[in-house]
C-alpha cells in the first residue's frame, strides 16, 4: 500500500477579491478570531495522517513563514510574564509538522503553483489543501479522502453539489455512478458558464493526487483566466489513469471572498464556547433593530 505522507498547500495567489486587507497580508494569514486561516489548514493537514507540507508562497508572503518558525523574543516575554498556556500554544504552533517553502516566481495559476512542488513531492502520491479554504467537520475530509486513495491508489478529488448560479466560480466535475463512496469521473471543466456545466459538483480545495499529476502540469497550456489550470490536467489525465470524485457533506468555506470570509468568522464562533453566548445575543439585537 502507497502512503499518502507530505501535501501542498498553495498560498501564492495575490487576494485581490480582499483588497486592500490583503494588500500588505497574505489572505491565508487573516485570522478566523485570533487564529489565521492557514494554521487551521496546517491542522487539517496534520490530523488527517500529514507530517510533510510544502508551501506554495510568492511575493508579499514572508508573514506565512514567520507564524509557523519559532519567535525567541515572544516566548522567553510570555515566558517572564508567567503566561504558560498561551507560550505552549505558541510553541506548538512551531511544532505543528514539517513545513517547507518554495516560491512560485511569476502568479502562472493553481496548476503551475502544484507543480512548484513537483522535487519536494517526489514520486509519491500527496494531497492538496487550498490555503483559502476551510472544512467544517466532525472528521477532517482530507482523512477519508487519503484513506481511500491507500486503497484504490487513484487520485481522489473532494466536490460538494453547489447552487446552479454558482457553477462559475469552481471547477465542476461530472461523474458515472460510483463504487462504494467514490464516483468515476469522465469530465471535468474550470468555471464553466452555466449552460456548459456538465454538473452542480465542484471542486472545493482537496485531492489527493498522484504523481502523474506532475508530467502533465509540465505541459498543461493556460487556460481560464490565461492560467495553468489544475482542473485541466485532471482532465487530461483522465487518459492515463482513473480519477474518483468523493462527494462531501460538510460545510466548506472559501475566505477568499468578502461575504465568504465575514460567514466564516461567525460560523467558527458559534461555536466557541467562550463567544457563542454573547455573540448570538449581539446578533439578536442588530437583527432586531435592523428589521
Ligand atoms: C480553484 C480551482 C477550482 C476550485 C476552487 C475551489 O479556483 O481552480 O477548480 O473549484 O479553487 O475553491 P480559485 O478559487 O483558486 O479560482
Keep these: 500500500m502507497v502512503k499518502v505522507r507530505k501535501a501542498v498547500i498553495p498560498a501564492a495567489g495575490l487576494g485581490t477579491r480582499l483588497l486592500p486587507s490583503t494588500k500588505a497580508m497574505p489572505k491565508e494569514m487573516l485570522p478566523i478570531i485570533d487564529k489565521p486561516t492557514i494554521q487551521y489548514i496546517i491542522e487539517e493537514a496534520v490530523e488527517s495522517g500529514i507530517k510533510d507540507i510544502i508551501i506554495v508562497t510568492g511575493k508579499g508572503k514572508k508573514a506565512i513563514e514567520d507564524h509557523f518558525d519559532t519567535s525567541m523574543l515572544l516566548e522567553e516575554t510570555l515566558k517572564n510574564k508567567g503566561k504558560i498556556t498561551i507560550l505552549n500554544e505558541m510553541q506548538n504552533i512551531s511544532q505543528l509538522a514539517n513545513i517547507h517553502y518554495i516560491r512560485q516566481g511569476v502568479p502562472k495559476g493553481l496548476g503551475h503553483a502544484i507543480w512548484c512542488a513537483r522535487n519536494f513531492i517526489g514520486n509519491e502520491p500527496f494531497a492538496v489543501l487550498l490555503g483559502d479554504t476551510l472544512i467544517k467537520e466532525k472528521k477532517p475530509c482530507l482523512k477519508e479522502m487519503i484513506r481511500l486513495f491507500e486503497e484504490c491508489n487513484s487520485s481522489i478529488i473532494g466536490v460538494k453539489r453547489v447552487n446552479e448560479s454558482d457553477v462559475s466560480k469552481y471547477g465542476i466535475v461530472d461523474v458515472k455512478q460510483g463504487n462504494g463512496p467514490l464516483f468515476n469521473i469522465h469530465n471535468l471543466v474550470e468555471k464553466p458558464k452555466i449552460e456548459d456545466a456538465p454538473s452542480d459538483l465542484a471542486i472545493f480545495g482537496r485531492y489527493v493526487l498522484t504523481p502523474k499529476i506532475f508530467d502533465l502540469l509540465a505541459k498543461q497550456e493556460r487556460g481560464v483566466g490565461n492560467e495553468i489550470q489544475l482542473t485541466d490536467a485532471l482532465q487530461t489525465m483522465l487518459k492515463y489513469e482513473s480519477v474518483y470524485a468523493q462527494i462531501f457533506e460538510g460545510e466548506s468555506y472559501d475566505i477568499g471572498e468578502k461575504l465568504g470570509y465575514l460567514k466564516t468568522i461567525i460560523e ?23 428589521t
Design 268 to 290: 467558527f464562533a458559534i461555536e466557541r464556547e467562550d463567544l457563542k453566548e454573547d455573540l448570538v445575543q449581539f446578533m439578536k439585537n442588530i437583527v432586531s433593530k435592523k
